[in-house]
């Protein structure tokens, strides 16, 4: 399947076996694609979260950046970053 991880744990590669054989292949395989849905979104909420707090700091780095007349192209890429995760992007 594109965009699927192979598993590298051996914990979950057993995990995943005994799904297979407790439910059957097309049973497993649709429980195993509602949990990789289910930890994305987790994720992601949590990245939202982090975002919030990442966005005040790094303002605040932006602008003893600027006052400073150091670069800020980098700061301003990331600070473009977290606000499009927060608006549902990225």
Same mark, same amino acid.
């Given at each position: 399947?594109?965009?699927?991880?192979?598993?590298?744990?051996?914990?979950?590669?057993?995990?995943?076996?005994?799904?297979?054989? +407790? %439910?059957? /292949?097309?049973? &497993?395989?649709?429980?195993?694609?509602?949990?990789? !849905?289910?930890?994305? *979104?987790?994720?992601? @909420?949590?990245?939202?979260?982090?975002?919030?707090?990442?966005?005040?700091?790094?303002?605040? +780095? %932006?602008? /003893?950046?600027? &006052?400073?007349?150091?670069?800020?192209?980098?700061? !301003?890429?990331?600070? *473009?970053?977290?606000? @499009?995760?927060?608006?549902?992007?990225?």
């Amino acid at each position: 399947m594109p965009g699927v991880k192979p598993i590298k744990s051996p914990a979950w590669r057993w995990f995943k076996a005994e799904l297979v054989r +407790l %439910l059957g /292949e097309d049973q &497993a395989a649709a429980l195993w694609a509602e949990l990789a !849905e289910r930890r994305k *979104a987790e994720m992601t @909420a949590g990245q939202r979260k982090q975002a919030v707090r990442d966005i005040a700091y790094y303002e605040e +780095l %932006l602008a /003893e950046r600027r &006052a400073e007349g150091r670069p800020t192209k980098r700061i !301003e890429q990331i600070l *473009a970053r977290r606000r @499009a995760l927060l608006q549902g992007g990225a």
